[in-house]
C-alpha cells in the first residue's frame, strides 16, 4: 500500500488534481462570471475548441519553427565556444562575466532591444538564442571540465590525441550534464519564445500572437487568453517529458556500462 502511494507517477497525478482544484478555488472566490478567472472546465473546454481551428495549429507550428531554429543556433555556438574553455581555464574565466550578464538581463529588457534592431517579427528568434546560449554554454563546459582527471591522465599516458580525447572520453562522459542543460533551457526558451511574441503583438503568426489577440479582442473576458495559456503549457509538459525519458534512458546507458 504505501508503495502503491509513493509511486511517482501517482503523486504526479495528485499534484495535477491538486492545482487544478487550487485553480478552481481561486476561480470561484476572484470571478463568479468566470470570464476573468475561468474555471479549469471552461478553459478546457474553449481549449479543445480552439484546437480545432487550422490557424491554431498553424501558430503552434509557428512558434516551435522559431524555437528550433533559436535552439539549433545556440547549441552549436554553446558548443564551439566550450570546445574552446573546457581546458583553457584563463579562457574559461574570460567568458565567465559576459555569460553572466546575459543571464542577468531581463528578457522584456531583451524582447525591446530586439524589436529596435532585428524587426517585431524577428525579435522572438534572437531572444530563444540569446536566452538559450549562456545556460547551454555553462552546461556543455562545465560536463567536459568536470571529469576525474586520472581519467583524463590516463589518455595522455597512452597518448592519445586531444581530439580523440574529447569526443571518446569527455563527451560521452558529459552527456547527461549535457542533456540536463538541454532540458532545461529549452523548456525555459518556449516561454520565452512565447512571451517575446506577445511582446511584439505584430510577430507573423505563434501562439503568443494569439495569446495577445484573445486579450485585445476583449479585454474583459480572459477565457481565450487561458486556453491558449493551457495549449502552451500542454506542448510544454510534452516537450518536458519527452526530454526527461531520454535523459533518463541515457542515465541509464551510462550506469549500465
Request: charged share 15%.
Amino acid at each position: 500500500m504505501k508503495k502503491f502511494i509513493s509511486n511517482k507517477y501517482l503523486l504526479f497525478l495528485y499534484g495535477a488534481i491538486f492545482f487544478i482544484g487550487l485553480w478552481w478555488i481561486i476561480s470561484i472566490l476572484i470571478d463568479f462570471n468566470e470570464m476573468i478567472v475561468p474555471n479549469p472546465i471552461v478553459t478546457f473546454g474553449e481549449a479543445f475548441k480552439l484546437l480545432g481551428n487550422l490557424d491554431t495549429w498553424v501558430s503552434i507550428g509557428y512558434s516551435l519553427l522559431r524555437l528550433l531554429i533559436g535552439f539549433a543556433i545556440s547549441f552549436v555556438l554553446a558548443f564551439l565556444l566550450a570546445m574552446l574553455v573546457y581546458d583553457n581555464e584563463k579562457m574559461y574565466h574570460f567568458l565567465t562575466p559576459t555569460m553572466t550578464v546575459l543571464k542577468a538581463i531581463p528578457t522584456a529588457a531583451v524582447v525591446f532591444l530586439f524589436i529596435v534592431l532585428a524587426g517585431s517579427s524577428n525579435a522572438p528568434l534572437y531572444v530563444v538564442i540569446l536566452i538559450c546560449l549562456p545556460i547551454l554554454y555553462e552546461a556543455i563546459a562545465g560536463g567536459l571540465k568536470n571529469i576525474d582527471q586520472n581519467i583524463i591522465e590516463s589518455t595522455r599516458v597512452d597518448g592519445s590525441k586531444r581530439l580523440n580525447t574529447l569526443f571518446k572520453v569527455r563527451l560521452p562522459i558529459a552527456i547527461p550534464y549535457i542533456v540536463v542543460g538541454v532540458v532545461s533551457s529549452f523548456s525555459l526558451s518556449f516561454k520565452v519564445e512565447i512571451m517575446a511574441e506577445v511582446i511584439t503583438g505584430s510577430t507573423k503568426n505563434g501562439i503568443g500572437c494569439l495569446i495577445r489577440g484573445a486579450q485585445v479582442d476583449d479585454p474583459t473576458n480572459m477565457t481565450g487568453v487561458f486556453a491558449y495559456t493551457t495549449i502552451a503549457v500542454v506542448l510544454m509538459l510534452l516537450i518536458t517529458l519527452g526530454a526527461m525519458i531520454v535523459k533518463g534512458k541515457l542515465n541509464k546507458n551510462a550506469h549500465s556500462k
